[in-house]
């Protein structure tokens, strides 16, 4: 398996535009989690998924975060409009029924 | 709400120490403990999953263990190398399966 892809690895965008963030989990695995990363606050839980379905987005920020997941091999998390202090890296994982955790190797967001 | 401390924050030792990374965690009615590292500008890799009806786990050079009583665990790295070097992170997950993380403990082994 080739593990969590995320995509892209690095994004670089304008205050005020829109940033959506792709992310595939490991085949068979029913969990999906979106965490964001900064060194002031380290690793937060953004919003999960289990079968599809959101459990839990205490974490989202903002109403300008959203995220998706369309089907079980897919998932999105989308900011609009971005702002600067969204600037983090922003990492997708997937489990199966919780029994370990597969991090994707992040997407550097900077928001200029 | 779940609190996870990692003590010590930053740990420099010599090549070839045997050293321990300590990890506390309020909620005990965890899932499961996993510890992960991670390099420098790099995601998280997974080091030992440990399942809340464990006591530790194993794997080469790394021996993690817990307590959920008393709400604690420990990572063990025997013979410390450089390439050992990086962060390590306690993640306890709760019954809903999401994972809490602590702030790491930094570690530098010298050659």
């Known amino acids: 398996d080739a593990g969590v892809i995320q995509s892209p690895r690095h994004e670089v965008t304008e205050m005020g535009q829109e940033v959506t963030l792709r992310c595939k989990p490991i085949?068979?695995?029913?969990?999906l989690f979106w965490y964001r990363q900064t060194m002031m606050r380290g690793l937060e839980l953004l919003i999960y998924f289990n079968n599809n379905v959101p459990i839990d987005d205490s974490g989202m920020p903002e109403d300008r975060f959203s995220a998706k997941m369309p089907n079980a091999s897919f998932s999105t998390l989308k900011i609009q409009p971005s702002e600067p202090r969204d600037s983090a890296v922003y990492f997708c994982?997937?489990?199966?029924?919780?029994?370990?955790?597969?991090f994707g190797s992040g997407t550097r967001l900077t928001v200029v | 709400k779940q609190e996870v401390t990692q003590i010590p924050a930053a740990l420099s030792v010599p090549e070839g120490e045997n050293l321990v990374l300590n990890c506390s965690f309020t909620?005990?009615?965890?899932?499961?403990l996993q510890w992960f590292r991670q390099d420098p500008g790099k995601g998280l890799t997974s080091l030992l999953l440990i399942q809340s009806s464990q006591r530790e786990q194993t794997s080469g050079r790394l021996n993690a263990s817990l307590d959920k009583s008393s709400g604690r665990s420990t990572l063990y790295i025997a013979a410390s190398q450089p390439g050992d070097s990086a962060t390590y992170l306690c993640a306890p997950s709760g019954s809903a399966r999401q994972l809490t993380f602590g702030s790491g403990t930094q570690l530098t082994v010298l050659p």
């Open positions: 085949s068979g695995h029913d969990y």
């Open positions: 994982a997937s489990s199966q029924k919780g029994l370990g955790y597969t």
């Open positions: 909620d005990s009615a965890i899932y499961n």
